[in-house]
C-alpha cells in the first residue's frame, strides 16, 4: 500500500504515533537507516501486522491516506505470521526489524539493496 508522507526522515519522526495500535516494524533501507546508515533512500517500508493484505488498504482509508503516486510509504503484510518479528528491536526510538531480516529484505531490493545489506553485513560482523 503506498501512501504519500513528504520528507521520509520526517515522517519517521512523527510515525511512532501513527501505527502504535498494531505491531509494526521498519525494514528495507529505512530501518537500516538507523541501525547501519549506508545507502540513500526516499520510501519508507513498514511491516504491519495485519491478518489480510486487504487490511493494509482499510488502515490507510482509516488515516484518510490518498493512495501516493510517488510510492514512498509502503506497508507489508509479513509474509511469515511470527518470524519477522523475531529480534525486533528499537533504535532511535522506532522498531526496525533484526539485522538478518533487515539482509534478507535488502539483498533483492533494487535501490541500492545489495550494497546496503552487504554493508550491514560488514558493520554488524554478521559473518563470522
Do not use: C, M
Not at 22 to 34: I, M, P, R, V
Not at 47 to 57: A, F, N, R, T
Not at 66 to 88: A, I, Q
Not at 89 to 116: C, F, H, I, K, M
Amino acid at each position: 500500500v503506498p501512501a504519500p508522507i513528504g520528507d521520509p526522515i520526517r515522517f519517521l519522526k512523527r510515525s511512532k504515533g501513527i501505527f502504535e495500535a498494531h505491531q509494526w516494524a521498519l525494514t528495507l533501507q529505512a530501518g537500516a537507516s538507523l541501525v547501519a546508515p549506508h545507502a540513500t533512500w526516499e520510501r519508507v517500508h513498514i511491516y504491519l501486522d495485519v491478518s489480510k493484505p486487504e487490511e493494509l488498504l482499510e488502515f490507510a482509508r482509516e488515516r484518510e491516506w490518498p493512495v501516493g503516486d510517488d510510492g514512498r510509504l509502503v506497508l507489508l503484510k509479513p509474509y511469515y505470521r511470527d518470524s519477522v518479528w523475531h529480534g525486533t528491536r528499537t533504535a532511535d526510538g522506532l522498531p526496525v526489524v533484526s539485522d538478518l531480516q533487515l539482509v534478507l529484505d535488502l539483498w533483492n531490493y533494487p535501490l541500492r539493496g545489495r550494497e546496503q545489506a552487504e554493508h550491514l553485513i560488514a558493520s554488524q560482523h554478521l559473518l563470522g
